[in-house]
C-alpha cells in the first residue's frame, strides 16, 4: 500500500488526505472533504441520511475504503470513547495549532474537518512534513475577527460564541475566526457546507 494509492481511492469518494504518522508498527492516514466539488457529492449520495448524515455517509464511505485497502476505518466520532483526532492531526504533518487555538491545515486552513482515518499494519512512506501557513501569515487575521473575543489568543469561550451566534446571521451562517483564515478562503468549501456545520456546532451540547 502507498500513500498515493490511498489519494487515488479517497478521490473516488471527494475524500483526500490530510497527512499521517507512524506508531508502534501502525500508519494512520487522516481523511478529509476535497474541495471543490466534496459538498455535492456528499449531498447527493444516498448515504448522507438520518439524524447525522453527514457522520453516516463518512463511515459508509470510509469503511468501504479499508475494506478495499485493507486498513481499518476509524472517526472522531461514535464515542465515547474516542480516537484522539486532534493529537493525531498535530502529529500528521500538515496541521498544527493557530494563533487562536484552533488547528489549521495547510490547505484547509481554519476550516481543516477530519472526516476520519485509515490505519494500516506496518509503515507507509508518508509526505514530507509541511510548514505552518500562519508563520508566514503577517496580518494573522484570524485574532481580531471574532466581534465578542469568544475566540482569541487567550482561548475559545463556547458559551459566549453561541449566545452571539444566537444574534448574529452572519456568524451563524460561517466563523467569521475561521473565514477570514487567507487559506481558509482559497479552500473552496461552500457556503452551504460551512452552514450545515454551524447548524451542527449549535446543536452540541
Known amino acids: ?32 472533504p476535497r474541495d471543490p466539488g466534496f459538498w455535492d457529492h456528499v449531498t ?27 486498513g481499518r476505518a476509524v472517526f472522531p466520532f461514535g464515542g465515547p470513547p474516542y480516537f484522539a483526532f486532534i493529537s493525531w492531526a498535530l502529529r500528521s504533518g500538515e496541521a498544527w495549532k ?24 506496518g509503515e507507509i512512506a508518508l509526505p514530507a512534513a509541511s510548514t505552518a501557513p500562519c508563520d508566514t501569515c503577517i496580518d494573522k487575521p484570524c485574532l481580531t475577527a471574532c466581534p465578542v473575543d469568544a475566540i482569541s489568543a487567550e482561548g475559545y469561550d463556547v458559551p459566549r460564541c453561541k449566545a452571539h451566534i444566537e444574534t448574529d446571521p ?19 468549501r461552500t457556503a452551504a457546507q460551512t452552514e450545515f456545520h454551524m447548524t451542527a456546532f449549535m446543536c452540541e451540547t
Open 44 to 70: 447527493g449520495h444516498p448515504e448522507f441520511r438520518g439524524p447525522d448524515p453527514l457522520d453516516h455517509w463518512s463511515e459508509s464511505a470510509i469503511t468501504a475504503m479499508g475494506r478495499d485497502l485493507g
Open 98 to 121: 493557530s494563533p487562536v487555538g484552533l488547528i489549521v491545515h495547510k490547505q484547509a486552513g481554519l476550516m481543516a474537518s477530519y472526516r476520519g482515518a485509515l490505519q494500516f499494519d
Open 170 to 188: 452572519i456568524c451563524r451562517a460561517g466563523c467569521r475566526v475561521r473565514l477570514a483564515c487567507p487559506v481558509s478562503t482559497s479552500y473552496g
Open 1 to 32: 500500500m502507498t500513500y498515493d494509492e490511498i489519494t487515488q481511492s479517497a478521490a473516488a469518494w471527494h475524500l483526500s488526505p490530510m497527512g499521517g504518522f507512524s506508531d508502534d508498527g501502525v500508519t494512520t492516514v487522516l481523511l478529509g
